[in-house]
């Protein structure tokens, strides 16, 4: 007994405790200040290094839709990020991803054995309809993470917000949440819909990413 005690040893995190304690109770967990100014500066200047470059591509959908069907659910541009390579703001990154996977797995035996993030562009204009991230046949997909990485200066007013859709006792009720700087929203990949309504000025950045069992 003991034996098995000691390798699950962990020092107790209030704020992942405060995620898991969210996720249990309604599917999702909203974390302000996830990432500092400091760090969501630094991210933000990365993505925005690598769209300069014309790294980015239009986001696709499951495989074989025409790129008019596409546009009418989504309009954004992803570029994947390869931890392996990754600059010293990715490094930051996956450093505090890394550390909540390691507690979600020792407190939670979540098996989360797999992570795949992606940086996100929403030009002024374009949204992506109510999904469900598991519609590309990936099951795998547990815990989706969204980060956003626009500057201090965002308002309401820009749109873009996230909606989710929670089922409580039997009626749909939209949770509103806006893109603001260093938020982290972690949700349930294959129960909860969402989606991300229109950006109506300015340009929203965000990195989005799943973890995964198996
Ligand atoms: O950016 C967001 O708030 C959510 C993005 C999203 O739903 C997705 O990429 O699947
Ligand atoms: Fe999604």
Same mark, same amino acid.
């Given at each position: 007994?003991? +034996?098995?005690?000691?390798?699950?040893?962990?020092i /107790? =995190?209030?704020?992942?405790e405060?995620?898991? +304690?969210?996720l %249990?109770?309604?599917?999702?967990? !909203? !974390?302000? =200040?996830?990432?500092s100014?400091?760090?969501?500066? %630094?991210?933000?200047?990365?993505?925005?290094?690598?769209y300069? +470059? &014309?790294?980015?591509?239009?986001?696709?959908? *499951?495989n074989k839709?025409?790129?008019?069907?596409?546009?009418?659910? @989504?309009?954004?541009?992803?570029?994947?990020?390869?931890?392996?390579?990754?600059?010293?703001? /990715?490094?930051?990154?996956? #450093?505090?991803?890394?550390?909540?996977? &390691?507690?979600?797995?020792?407190?939670?035996?979540?098996?989360?054995?797999?992570?795949?993030?992606?940086?996100?562009?929403?030009?002024?204009?374009?949204?992506?309809?109510?999904?469900?991230?598991?519609?590309? #046949?990936?099951?795998?997909?547990?815990?989706?993470?969204?980060?956003?990485? =626009?500057? +201090? =200066?965002w308002?309401?007013?820009?749109?873009g917000?996230?909606?989710i859709?929670?089922d409580?006792?039997?009626? /749909?009720?939209?949770?509103?949440? $806006?893109?603001?700087? *260093?938020r !982290?929203?972690?949700?349930?990949?294959?129960?909860? /819909?969402?989606? !991300?309504k229109?950006?109506?000025?300015?340009? @929203? $950045?965000?990195?989005? *990413?799943?973890?995964?069992? @198996?």
């Open positions: 007994m003991d +034996e098995l005690f000691d390798q699950l040893e962990f /107790e =995190n209030p704020l992942y405060s995620i898991i +304690e969210d %249990l109770e309604q599917q999702y967990s !909203v !974390v302000d =200040n996830f990432f100014a400091e760090e969501v500066f %630094l991210l933000r200047a990365s993505l925005l290094d690598k300069e +470059e &014309d790294k980015f591509k239009k986001a696709a959908i *499951g839709f025409e790129e008019q069907i596409i546009k009418s659910i @989504r309009g954004d541009f992803v570029l994947w990020i390869d931890e392996k390579n990754s600059n010293s703001a /990715e490094k930051l990154f996956f #450093n505090k991803i890394n550390s909540l996977i &390691d507690y979600l797995n020792k407190t939670c035996f979540l098996g989360i054995l797999h992570k795949e993030f992606h940086y996100a562009i929403y030009p002024e204009g374009t949204f992506y309809k109510r999904h469900l991230d598991t519609f590309q #046949n990936d099951d795998r997909r547990k815990l989706s993470f969204v980060c956003y990485l =626009n500057d +201090e =200066n308002k309401n007013e820009n749109g917000e996230l909606v859709y929670k409580e006792n039997g009626m /749909e009720v939209p949770k509103n949440l $806006y893109p603001l700087p *260093g !982290v929203v972690i949700f349930e990949s294959q129960l909860l /819909e969402h989606e !991300v229109t950006v109506l000025a300015s340009e @929203r $950045y965000s990195i989005t *990413g799943w973890l995964k069992t @198996r």
